[in-house]
């Protein structure tokens, strides 16, 4: 076993435990980025400037009303900006445009003594614009041939031959929709300037480092002069990420103008209208089986909607072209991408960032081909896992390790699930029950970790111990209710080799620790627990050789447990206390700076090809649902997981993080139907869903009535901390088995072996023209002949391949 997983005697990590803050949490204590207003005096409120355009140009700002306004006190416009223009790292964001890209687009800001004085203030300022044509869904751009960012290439084999050998080719189509992040805690900043023109920001971000760099290029100075502190966030999601940036940047720029804190916190409203979603997809897909059922090759282009800027599209581009494969062997593939330009926020970092829209689109073609091909979707699915002891590589070209574990997890879930037995069952109801039906699907996931951009895969920390035997943990990772912090104090009193009530962990800052990656691609404890326990590990090693000689033994033989130092064979005893006085007494540093890189990774953006990930993470999932015929109306009546963390840091934290990304890819598959006004009046290009009442959620009625998750056993991973692995973003993507049995469930409505298109979000409306189509008889299978094969397509008409 290596050094970085090897777990040492009586270990804290491993042992299931709370939230760090779950009791500030829910006794309302914890505070949050805004709550700093009320301890902070003579603050300014800062309020957005939107145009209620979807696109065009500004040919005058006056802003003399809103200075007339009473409280309002200054007015924020492109000529104060004393750096660059620009909240975005690929320099395509102005943070103040004077060309309006999206309906609600902020042209301008308004600082108040109090929010209503900034609100009504925003209102007075007059905004004169050319209006230009825009571009609203995926369709239009296409169209119009609006793409920007890189257009990638992924290919592995021969395509050409592996359709020429393919007994069943089919082609078809798919769009699905984005998904609103929806946080409980909306955008905020903090900001204020001290004596010496240090910039102190307090912002809710995910990437507090790449905070700092636009805040100091928009002011125009140097790193070192801004410094920036998450203290936590009220949910993440990948939403701040990049989004955070240039509203922290606007509220430094109003306090280094006025001298005053300037707060800057979005209504929900606001949030909903300015930020952006999970990117919406569309993909053209042909595939071809042979007789078996086996894939013999994919050629598919996958186009995402990027909306007005770049922000994180190419990343998340590449990283959905990466896991097109999921579970499944592709020895021959052709994925081309490209990021439509549309007038619409520009969308960004969502748990799974490009992987659940690739995955859907393979997952999509599996459950319509089933059943044309004669199979049972479980039987093709498993007849196409990536296979141990073959060899078999990604179409990347990275060795897919541990793919017995695919397997594993898949057998896991049936045993679990009861799934044969349950499958007659459902089949026995489905005959006596015209106007109701239930499916039981499975599907699995194969997901990597690591960011796609090899530099972004590193972490530091900073660990200092006091006289009095006390430790304090920095490190990069910032926390929003995933349980970060709670795994890395775990980290620290395990590699030290004390009780966890000795560490307690700082607010993540970026003059404590510099350079951090963003908390983001589910890298979070891997990369911040490395440092964590490099850092330690210093630590350990300095005290041991102090425990030495106290106790008179060899420093190779000296072990710290419990937050005791015993040599081993002997029976003496140094307390942690009294070993950490006599170390500053000896004048051994008591602090240590750790760092982390991710070894084994390196990546050809230009070839698509490389190791982009440390290791895969592996899961199944087993669900079963209940429609009603009249209504498209569903319920889910029971879900069954086993998801792979390696050996888990935390088990409490990791089986929240598995139910809680279950739930919420739930959400995004059946319920979240973002729409915006596509039509030519007034309003074209507003965002139509935005509030709780016209945005539906998961909520507890959504939950499935049965809910087992299993994290899976005797799953060390060499080579991470402590043998476990990531748990953020894999389990969203097992929600791929609620939309597959609700693919299964309208099928049965109809006659046997029919191949239903279903929409996504599969809504009840959705379930409902399902339902309908699978009465009128659906696509049926073909006569086996080479290149017969048809599927429907989104637009309704047959495509033969």
Known sequence: M?????????????????????????????????????????????????VMKAHG??????????????????????????????????????????????????????????????????AAVEVELDEQPSLLTLDEAIAAGSYHGAKPLMVTGDVDAGFADSAHVFSGEITFSGQEH???????ALAHVDESGQVFVQSSSQHPSETQEIVAHVLGLHSHEVTVQCLRMGGGFGGKEMQPHGFAAVAALGAKLTGRPVRLRLNRTQDLTMSGKRHGFHASWKIGFD??????????????????????????????????????????????????????????????FGGPQGMLVIEDIMGRCAPLLGLDPTELRERNFYRPGQGQSTPYGQLVTHPE??????????????????????????????????ALAITGIKFGISFNLTA????????????????????????????????????????????????????TRTDKVPNTSATAASSGADLNGGAIKHACEQL?????????????????????????????????????DELVHTAYFQRVQLSAAGYYRTEGLHWDAQTFQGTPFKYFAYGAAAT????????GAYRIRRVDIVHDVGDSLSPLIDLGQVEGGFVQGAGWLTLEDLRWDTGDGPHRGRLLTQAASTYKLPSFSEMPEEFHVKLLENATEEGAVYGSKAVGEPPLMLAFSVREALRQAAAAFGPAGISVELASPATPEAVYWAVAAARAGGDRPGGGVPLNGELRTADGTLSNA
């Open 291 to 352: 007789s078996e059922g086996r894939i013999q090759a994919l050629d598919a282009t996958l186009t995402a909607d990027g909306g007005w800027s770049l922000d994180l599209s190419e990343p998340v581009l590449a990283r959905a072209l990466c896991h097109i494969d999921n579970t499944y062997w592709l020895p021959n593939a052709r994925v081309a991408g490209r990021i439509a330009k549309t007038n619409t926020v520009s969308n960004t970092a969502f748990r799974g």
């Open 540 to 576: 350990r090693e300095r005290l041991v050789q102090v425990a030495a000689g106290r106790l008179g033994a060899n420093a190779s033989d000296v072990r710290i447990v419990g937050g005791v130092a015993r040599a081993l064979g002997g029976d003496q005893e140094l307390a942690w």
């Open 182 to 188: 929806f946080y409980l805690e909306t955008h905020a």
């Open 405 to 438: 574990r695919i397997g594993t997890v898949w057998r896991q879930v049936q045993e679990d699930a009861r799934f044969a037995d349950r499958g007659r069952r459902i089949a026995a109801f489905n005959a006596a029950h015209p106007h109701t039906k239930r």
């Open 57 to 122: 140009r500004v040919t005058a700002l006056r802003t003399g009303a809103a200075l007339d306004v009473p409280g309002v006190v200054r007015v924020l416009t492109v000529d104060d900006v004393p750096g660059v223009n620009d909240a975005g790292m690929k320099h395509d964001e102005p943070l103040f445009p004077e060309e309006v890209m999206f309906h609600g687009h902020a042209v301008a800001w308004v600082l108040g003594e109090t929010l209503e004085a900034a609100r009504l203030g925003a």
């Open 624 to 631: 079963e649902v209940e429609v009603d015929g009249f209504t």
């Open 456 to 507: 972004f895969n590193q972490g530091g920390a900073l660990v200092l111990i006091y006289k009095d035997g006390s430790v304090l943990i920095n490190h990069g990772g910032t926390e929003m209710g995933q349980g970060l912090h709670t795994k890395m104090l775990q980290v620290a009193a395990t590699t030290l080799g004390i009780p966890l009530h000795k560490v307690r962990l700082a607010p």
């Open 2 to 50: 290596s050094h970085l997983s090897e777990r040492p005697e009586q270990p804290v990590v491993g042992v299931s435990m709370p939230h760090e803050s779950a009791r500030l949490h829910v006794t309302g204590a914890a505070l949050y980025t805004d709550d700093l207003v009320h301890r902070t005096k003579d603050v300014l409120h800062a309020h957005p400037v939107q």
